[in-house]
């Protein structure tokens, strides 16, 4: 099992910044990928960006290209995405995932932190 704890969720102005941390517990060793979805009201679940766990290449959705960021620091298990130049459409749940070695798509979830933009 992989537990995952995000933090660094709220209110901000559009223009903005925010930086989401996402801490990974338990069989980190399994990890071959982590990564942001969000789902904003209303709207399906949205794939945001995600980072290999060896190597550090990154993926992002077209909508915040240029935009948002994604990190990782091995050593201590986190996973930071840095969001800049917010705009209201960004508001949202955001979910910290986690994909496991020989395993397609995300097997874990966090519980989720809420992200809002003002205009």
């Known amino acids: 099992q992989v537990q995952l704890v995000e933090s660094g969720g709220g209110l901000v102005q559009a223009g903005g910044s925010l930086r989401l941390s996402c801490a990974a517990s338990?069989?980190?060793?399994?990890?071959?990928?982590m990564g942001w979805f969000r789902q904003a009201p209303g709207k399906e679940r949205e794939f945001i960006a995600a980072?290999?766990?060896?190597?550090?290449?990154?993926t992002f959705a077209d909508s915040v290209k240029g935009r948002f960021t994604i990190s990782r620091d091995n050593a201590k298990n986190t996973v930071d995405l840095q969001m800049n130049s917010l705009k209201p459409e960004d508001t949202a749940v955001y979910y910290c995932?986690?994909?496991?070695?020989?395993?397609?798509?995300?097997?874990?979830w966090g519980q989720g932190t809420q992200v809002t933009v003002s205009s």
């Open positions: 995932v986690a994909g496991l070695i020989g395993r397609a798509g995300y097997d874990y």
């Open positions: 980072i290999r766990w060896s190597g550090g290449s990154t």
């Open positions: 338990g069989r980190t060793f399994s990890i071959s990928v």
